[in-house]
């Protein structure tokens, strides 16, 4: 029979999952009876990819300028080369004022958008400062310091080597004072045929003697070095990365290893790190207001915030939902929140934050307490629904047990409805059934055992 092709999509399945379809060819039109269907199925595995989320990562460390910017000689912009008197140079570049721009350079922006990994862009340091961590000699090495630290999947190293291949070792450093090793890193040769982990070609040289371009829509070349963090490291924060050249410097290219490393930028893939990096939580006292702060050193597929409250620590409500400040829910910058709480507690009051991501999953900040000026008083901190049409909700908050009597009036003062109330600690919840009243504005009393009122409008 002729051969023929079927396509089958199958929507909602999870990241890094390994999936197994099995196809039955039947020869029955119903296709539901098993003893007519092949018995040597077709079948395949399917492992969906990873989940991304690429941002640059700004450091610091950086010990040799490398890059040819602005106008004149080459020796007097740069600092050091990548050997025989080759280093890299920027599009803006030119020996006398009034020459042509090089046709192969790096963007002046400092911008590389990886051609082998769609979403990964690294961010170069300034052409006019020292721009690469290079190394010369086995056993050097050097720190470079994440200025924000953050939490993420996947490091991915901007890098190249001159006069031939360099191996390297790489320890990420975490907050925590714990760390992970990446050994046998292999940095390729700028002019190296293989195009594994090429991040971006055709960057184009200087020859720093001379001032001579060089290179072409091919050559040089600069590279991504992926190293995937252990499973258990995602949720720690990255503080630094310590790299060391291993391997022995080459005398005489060509040879076997032993090239010039550079290290230009760091990227990384935030993916499956914690949804946001919190910085700080804390409270304060703001006359008869409660405020909150927090900020977040990151944030990934973040919708936002909910403000809960507690009486008593344990049992939160929410008061209110903060949108998140991030352009699309991603964020690499330190980013500041405010919320002020206007009725807050006469007593206890603890705060705590509700962290929600684009896909529902949700995360809880530590607990702030701001103390009231009333210790054990209850008090109403909420009437719903307001206004309302049959069923008023009055919830009362207490950090002791309280007894008392709740009235419902008119504005005239005139008493409608009441109801005795017998408080638990924490949240209480007392129903007025007042279907029977006419629409207009009334006030909820409650009369404490001391004598003491405390009033809330609705609307019916």
Known sequence: SASSATTFNDAGLTASTTYTYTVYAYNDVSCTNPAYRTLTPLSASVTTSAPTNYITASVTGFNYDIIANGTGNATALINNDLGSSRALVSADYKAVAGNAAPTYALPSTGTIASSATTGLTFQLAGYSANNALRFDTQGQSGTLTVTTPKSARDIYLLATAGEYDATITVQVNFTDASSQTFTGVVIKDWYDATTTNRATAGIGRINVGTNGLEG??????????????????????????????????????????????????????????????????????????????????????????????????????????????????????????QFTDVKPLAFNNYYRLKQVDKDGKAAYSSIVLLKGDKMGSPQI????????????????????????????????????????????????????????????????????????????????
Do not use: C
């Open 381 to 460: 901190i909420a009437l719903y629904p307001n206004p309302v049409v049959n069923v008023l909700n009055v919830m009362i908050a207490t950090n002791e047990k309280a007894k008392g009597t709740l009235l419902i009036q008119d504005v005239n003062g005139r008493s409608i409805a009441f109801q005795p109330y017998s408080l638990s600690i924490g949240e209480n919840t007392i129903s007025f059934n007042v279907n029977n009243l006419t629409k207009g504005l009334y006030v909820v009393k409650m009369i404490r055992e001391d004598g003491s009122t405390y009033a809330y409008k609705f609307i019916k």
């Open 216 to 337: 072409d829509a091919t050559n040089p070349h600069l590279y991504q070095l992926p190293l995937a963090l252990d499973a258990a490291n995602y949720s720690k924060l990255i503080s630094s990365l310590l790299i060391t050249k291993t391997d022995a410097t080459a005398l005489v290219y060509p040879a076997v290893g032993g090239g010039i490393p550079a290290i230009l930028a760091v990227s990384l893939n935030a993916s499956g790190a914690l949804p946001i990096t919190l910085q700080e939580f804390a409270g304060y006292k703001n006359e008869k207001t409660n405020v909150v702060t927090w900020t977040t050193a990151t944030e990934v597929n973040n919708i936002g915030f909910e403000v809960q409250r507690s009486i008593d620590g344990i049992s939160f409500a929410p008061l209110s939902f903060v949108q998140t400040k991030a352009l699309n829910g991603n964020s690499d910058k330190t980013l500041h929140y």
